[in-house]
């Protein structure tokens, strides 16, 4: 049989199991605070150096947002007081910002105009669409254009030489976002160059001028001696016929054409200066009707002259020389106009005493008498932008190989040399006239 526990004893275990049970609550409870403070310790540990990263974080984005601020000012600065051009625009050809400097440029009060005006750059900067094309190919290709060179068109219709530099910018899978670059006007260095690259032809044509006439006063040299022994041997037959009879008559048109060629030497050795210029008096009408004389011998049927010699007092004093180039000069310039339809060639000659209503045009013809050479034309007429330079060395609207520029400034400079004037009068379709005014030998 078990044993009976008595009463007391019973209460006084458990008391003991109670207490027991209580320390090990409160040392579980102990050991649970020590572990909750020690996490709550890590955590805000953990905590203070998270708070301590965003707050360096923080720091750091305000310094790199100040720096792009500052960075944002100094570029908008650059951009609106950039002596030159500068933009950024589309792919598709839209501006998505111009500076001042660009505007200005293209004739633009501010670049919120020219913006608000030009809808697409091909069509309303590029001269030539071609270009545009270039640019972009270009760019596309290289990321990149360098010094490209080309016309533009100004607000009012000016055209402008440009060089561009410019690049592309990306998003990081490629795409075009936009073009920016700068421009610079170099209308003046390409209209230096144009100069230079014309003075230049004019230096090689003038070294070829005068190659062609050391080898024109050469050859007349030698054609002036075989002239000369032609003529000696014709007068030497023509002591040894008849006169009157038929070689003596033949004899005589050889003698005269050979002395026609004497004269024809004697021009082409004026004009190579080789012969210096000899001054006398000469009728200006018994000229006119000589190159009348020998362009009738090759006109063709569409051309016909007109013959208005009414001068009464025609003598000047002159190089007869001299005079033929500027009458074969001005009468074959007015064939030329009339070659395609045809027409009438006037040849006038008139006596008129100064001074003329008119001022002149050229030259610095005293008053008195003069005598009045006027070569008119029905041909297609001398267009406005073109007439003012006619007299310019090189000049000329004929086709490469018909013509060198010189005949009319070579008139030019006869007459003037001759204290005389040449004008022109001309437009599109009506012809042209030129009037030369000589003064007579005794208006001096």
């Not at 301590?52 to 100094?74: F, M």
Request: net charge positive; proline share 4%; hydrophobic share 40%.
């Amino acid at each position: 049989m078990t044993p009976e526990i008595s009463e007391p004893q019973t209460e006084a275990n458990l008391l003991a199991e109670a207490i027991h049970a209580r320390k090990e609550l409160e040392a579980e409870l102990n050991r649970t605070q020590r572990n909750l403070a020690a996490r709550v310790a890590a955590r805000t540990a953990a905590l203070r150096r998270t708070n301590e990263q965003y707050y360096n974080e923080i720091l750091e984005r305000r310094k790199a947002e100040r720096a792009l601020r500052a960075a944002e000012r100094k570029y908008r600065g650059f951009f609106e007081n950039a002596v030159e051009g500068a933009y950024q625009s589309t792919a598709e050809g839209q501006y998505l910002s111009v500076n001042p400097a660009l505007a200005r440029l293209y004739g633009y009060a501010s670049p919120a105009e020219m913006m608000s005006t030009i809808g697409n750059i091909a069509r309303d900067i590029y001269v030539e669409a071609d270009k545009r094309r270039h640019f972009q190919e270009t760019i596309e290709r290289n990321g990149e254009v360098r010094n490209l060179e080309y016309q533009v068109r100004q607000r009012g219709g000016r055209i402008l030489w440009i060089s561009e530099n410019a690049r592309v910018a990306r998003n990081r899978k490629g795409k075009v976002l936009y073009y920016e670059g700068t421009i610079r006007d170099i209308t003046r260095s390409k209209k230096a160059e144009a100069e230079a690259a014309r003075l230049e032809k004019q230096l090689l044509q003038l070294q070829k001028m005068e190659a062609i006439g050391t080898l024109a006063s050469g050859i007349a040299h030698d054609f002036n001696n075989i002239l000369s022994a032609i003529i000696g041997h014709v007068e030497l037959a023509q002591d040894n016929l008849p006169r009157g009879g038929p070689a003596d008559s033949h004899l005589r048109e050889v003698l005269g054409v050979t002395q026609r060629a004497k004269q024809l030497v004697g021009q082409i050795l004026a004009f190579s200066r080789e012969n210096p210029s000899e001054r006398r008096p000469v009728r200006l009408g018994a000229i006119c009707r000589e190159i009348i004389r020998l362009l009738r011998a090759t006109l063709s049927p569409s051309i016909k002259i007109r013959e208005e010699l009414s001068a009464g007092d025609d003598e000047i004093i002159a190089d007869p020389a001299q005079l033929h180039q500027v009458l074969l000069n001005l009468c074959t310039n007015a064939v030329y106009a009339m070659e395609a339809k045809g027409g009438v060639l006037t040849v006038r000659l008139e006596n008129v005493t100064l001074p003329l209503p008119a001022p002149p045009a050229s030259g610095q013809l005293k008053k008195g008498s003069c005598v009045r050479l006027i070569v008119k034309d029905t041909g297609q007429g001398i267009p406005l932008e073109v007439i003012g330079r006619i007299f310019e060395p090189f000049f000329t609207t004929k086709p490469v190989g018909e013509g060198t520029g010189l005949g009319l400034s070579v008139v030019h400079g006869i007459v003037k040399s001759h204290g005389g004037e040449i004008r022109v009068a001309s437009a599109p379709g009506l012809g042209s006239t030129f009037t030369v005014h000589l003064p007579t030998a005794g208006a001096g």
